[in-house]
């Protein structure tokens, strides 16, 4: 089970930091992924840490203002947001699997419920 948090409100080049929880013993074996949705659009990927954390991969759109780190003791995985713009606004997701690293959201069976973030202009 996943459990994303740390969404709200936040002033254009602001920063917010989301983190996702993961219930169970196992979450070092799982490589995460975020994901958002925008009001009226479909669901995007945001980027994926492999399952040691020694690897990241990210979408163009947030490349060089987003940073996802793990701390697999704490089994949680987190996602630095800087420089936020208004077109970041959008429901974050984290996503765990067992057996794919990337940003294709299809391979991604286990997800947790979204967080939303908001950003003023």
């Known amino acids: 089970q996943l459990q994303a948090c740390g969404g709200g409100l936040v002033q254009a080049g602001g920063s917010l930091r989301l983190s996702c929880a993961a219930s169970g013993r196992t979450f070092s074996i799982y490589a995460m992924g975020w994901f958002r949705q925008a009001p009226g659009k479909e669901r995007e990927p945001v980027g994926a840490?492999?399952?040691?954390?020694?690897?990241?991969y990210y979408a163009d759109s947030v490349e060089g203002r987003f940073t996802i780190s793990r701390t697999n003791a704490k089994n949680t995985v987190y996602l630095q947001m800087n420089s936020l713009r208004p077109e970041d606004t959008a429901v974050y997701y984290c996503a765990a699997s067992l057996n794919y690293y990337g940003l294709a959201s299809t391979q991604y069976p286990y997800w947790g419920q979204g967080t939303l973030v908001t950003v003023s202009s």
């Open positions: 840490i492999s399952w040691s954390g020694d690897s990241t």
